[in-house]
């Protein structure tokens, strides 16, 4: 067994991906295409801003024919299949604004990385922007592509060889791995490079500010769940209140305290 850092951290799994040999295999492996770089931005952005998005991309790589982007993304949001289209579109209309057509030079793929989890529990979505007959069959006239990956729902069933990846980024979560479940040499590599004796202090000070920041936007969530949920219980507490329920029975059955149905009672 290895400690590792884990591969939630976007600075961990930056210094992991943005080394180029091991971006070409991950792309290789998800997408089947060789990639020619040599190589791979972090925190890349566009100037001027497409379209008034100021997208952000973990990972950018390109050569002369693809354009890549990997992103991960540990707190779970309600946006981030919505998200992540856009931000795919601004690197496709980043192209067009300079080109002579609507056919951009380079196909572009974005790979979304979900380390926790998704409401959908499937380990890999796809949006394939071919155009399709009516029996479902491409035209195989545009290639571009988003994949979203959720590596904590990887099984028997996943297909091999995207499977080690994903089972390699769900075993760095708990930061100890155990090696010898893969032979994948770059999966290898990966470990190498995030071993917890490799990690800098720079690099921990990063971590410990993503993890305050899931931290606070969890809390948030979880805040907004609630009052989401004392919303709907007041309300059926004012319906109740009407149809003329014994106060205590309302208490019982909504949560709501007998203080507030007295504030309830004055506002009808």
Partial sequence: MKKVASLRYGVIFKKAFSQPAIFTAFAQDFLGITLNIDHVETEKSFDPVVGKVDSRYDLFAEDKTNRIIVDIQHVRSADHYDRFLHYHCVALLEQVANAKNYSPDLTVFTIVVLTSGDRHK???????????????EPLGEIKHKILYLCPKYVSEDTPQPYRQWLEAIDDSLDEEVDESCYDNQYIHDIFN???????SPQELARMKEEYNWEEAQQKKYAQGIQKGKEKTQLAIAEKMLKKGLDQTLITKMTGVSLATLEKLIKSI
């Fill in 122 to 136: 499937i380990d890999m979505a796809t949006i394939d922007f071919d155009p399709k007959d009516r029996a479902g």
């Fill in 193 to 199: 490079l995030i071993e917890r004796s490799a990690i």
